[in-house]
């Protein structure tokens, strides 16, 4: 069974902090490189972050130095560490493989509102 579970958003004031975590089904989990991805209102899906199975990292522009991501492979597991939020940070989040992604197979995301 393919399976993308997404939670962790909410209300958030700038500057405030977040923690998303993603449950994944072993058959997605295992590809080995796992991303987060996020859509704003009005914008196209765009990568914020990527993780390999060997934990290399890469991040957008944009996040780097506010956004950690990490995996827990035992429990097929993917994170988003948000520091420093900002109000252009709202979006809907996503976690998933490319292989997946690719098939545009999706978890239903979690919102991450950034406001005052």
């Known amino acids: 069974q393919v399976q993308l579970v997404e939670s962790g958003g909410g209300l958030v004031q700038p500057g405030g902090s977040l923690r998303l975590s993603c449950a994944a089904s072993?058959?997605?989990?295992?590809?080995?490189?796992m991303n987060w991805y996020r859509r704003a209102p009005g914008k196209e899906r765009e990568l914020v972050a990527t993780?390999?199975?060997?934990?290399?990292?890469y991040y957008k522009d944009s996040v780097k130095g506010r956004f950690t991501i990490s995996r827990d492979n035992a429990k097929n597991t993917v994170y988003l560490q948000m520091n420093s939020l900002k109000p252009e940070d709202t979006a809907v989040y996503y976690c998933?493989?490319?292989?997946?992604?690719?098939?545009?197979?999706w978890g239903q995301g979690t919102q991450v509102t950034v406001s005052s």
């Open positions: 072993r058959s997605v989990f295992s590809v080995g490189v």
């Open positions: 998933n493989s490319p292989p997946f992604a690719a098939q545009n197979f």
């Open positions: 993780i390999t199975v060997h934990a290399s990292t």
